[in-house]
């Protein structure tokens, strides 16, 4: 549902600007033509810029350090360019490019859980190396749209019990922003989760909420504002699960999740990325070292017990 509904909206905005420039041209002022066109396909870049300064505002006291002006320059820009990969071409017309690649006896598998407005798209090149590797995944899609945090626990529990049947071992899980929050809402929804599962990676999730989620009125959004009575619950439910289970990429940069710390978790392995945005923090080389670091213990220890002569 929602690659129609991207596709929808790139359309519609691929004919404002069409409908912008073709009066101009024709009236033989081209450069009004184009600039006006360029204007309206590039609108989202105002928006970005907008979130950067209310992340710039509401740092406050956050421990973190700050970003100053060119870090936040710089991932603005970056951003600018991946926003546009991935919500106008990746994700409405791209998510169902790479299906999920079946498990094989003792080769560990990825859950990939996508955050907000996002679809398994957002993981193209993930997926593409993946592929290439033979890796088994399974890349979810979270629907409805807009849902319950709480109705998306089924979905994931479906992935992670497809990998473990597959493979014959607990997944990695790599979740971005909200998908993080669906894994931890998971783990403390049916018991044995925790041994079902290698190690979670969170990617800028607002697992203390967010200062920007304020500003939305979807289900999903109000459980995401921060001290919420959702967040609250999944506080109270979930054992001590953090320390050594999770890794959580966070960063002064991240113009959604803010401020910064607030994408942290106590006893949890909190890493900084310095200069990164939200979406493309997805993309950072630190976290893919970090999931290739959790898997390549498994491909060891599998290669070990082969050169002993232990059965695979």
Do not use: K
């Not at 929602?2 to 359309?11: C, H, N």
């Not at 184009?34 to 421990?63: K, N, P």
């Amino acid at each position: 549902m929602l690659a129609r509904l991207q596709r929808f909206v790139v359309l519609a905005v691929t004919l404002v600007a069409l409908g912008w420039l073709a009066p101009w041209w024709w009236q033989g002022r081209p450069a009004m033509a184009i600039v006006g066109a360029a204007g309206i396909g590039l609108s989202y870049t105002l928006v970005l810029a907008l979130e950067f300064m209310l992340l710039a505002c509401v740092h406050g006291r956050d421990e973190t350090p700050r970003a100053g002006p060119l870090q936040l320059l710089r991932a603005w820009l970056g951003e600018c360019v991946v926003a546009w990969q991935v919500f106008v071409w990746r994700q409405p017309f791209r998510s169902g490019l790479h299906p999920d690649v079946p498990g094989r006896p003792g080769v560990r598998g990825i859950v990939f859980v996508h955050g907000y407005v996002c679809n398994r798209g957002l993981w193209g090149p993930w997926l593409v190396r993946c592929t290439a590797e033979r890796r088994p995944f399974v890349a979810v899609n979270l629907e409805p749209v807009f849902s319950d945090l709480d109705v998306y626990v089924p979905q994931l529990e479906a992935a992670v019990a497809r990998l473990e049947r597959e493979t014959g071992l607990p997944p990695l899980l790599v979740c971005h922003s909200m998908g993080g929050l669906v894994a931890r809402a998971w783990l403390a929804a049916l018991p044995g989760t925790a041994a079902r599962v290698q190690h979670v990676i969170t990617i800028a999730t607002p697992h203390r909420g967010t200062w920007l989620a304020r500003l939305s009125r979807t289900t999903n959004s109000r459980h995401m504002r921060q001290a919420s009575e959702w967040l609250t619950g999944l506080a109270s439910r979930e054992p001590a699960l953090h320390t050594g289970r999770f890794t959580c990429f966070y960063g002064h940069a991240d113009n959604i999740v803010f401020p910064p710390r607030v994408a942290t978790l106590p006893g949890a392995d909190n890493r900084h990325l310095r200069a990164t945005a939200h979406v493309a923090m997805v993309f950072h080389p630190e976290v893919v070292s970090e999931a290739a670091r959790w898997l390549a213990t498994t491909d060891a220890a599998i290669s070990a017990g082969v050169a002993a002569g232990e059965p695979r």
